[in-house]
């Protein structure tokens, strides 16, 4: 697992990612708990369970926009913006990567024709216009 750490505050994490080729624990951690999106990297043997279960209605009060990519097949780019909007880094994540961006912007080039990836973001949504700010 990999974390990408801020410049203005070197003790703040902007993302972390983790490429397919290390995920060999049962579970990576890729958030700390205080983040609003939560996410692990799996490694599962034949036969692990998972007993049934739920989640208890938890209220959650939030402020801000965390987002995961998860690559399923392809190539493309993650350009990784600080929270002074200056560029850090590129991370290339191919299939079976994926990535959490915390805080700080980025940006999305696609590298590789017919690149398929989710994405994935708390909500709710309140359309184009009132959820993003142009860096450049």
């Not at 994926?98 to 990836?117: A, M, P, Q």
Request: hydrophobic residues 30%; charged residues 30%.
């Amino acid at each position: 697992m990999h974390k990408i750490y801020s410049r203005v505050d070197n003790e703040t994490v902007i993302c972390s990612y983790v490429k397919r080729a290390d995920i060999t624990d049962y579970r990576t951690d890729m958030s700390d708990p205080s983040e609003i999106l939560q996410g692990c990297a799996r490694s599962l043997k034949k036969d692990t369970y998972v007993k049934p279960h739920y989640h208890l209605p938890i209220e959650r009060t939030i402020t801000g926009t965390q987002e995961a990519w998860i690559v399923l097949e392809g190539k493309l780019i993650a350009g990784i913006h600080d929270m002074d909007n200056t560029k850090l880094e590129d991370v290339e994540l191919t299939n079976g990567d994926i990535i959490i961006l915390y805080r700080g912007g980025h940006s999305l080039k696609v590298i590789e024709d017919n690149t398929i990836f989710y994405e994935l973001k708390n909500g709710p949504y309140h359309g184009y216009e009132n959820d993003k700010k142009f860096i450049e």
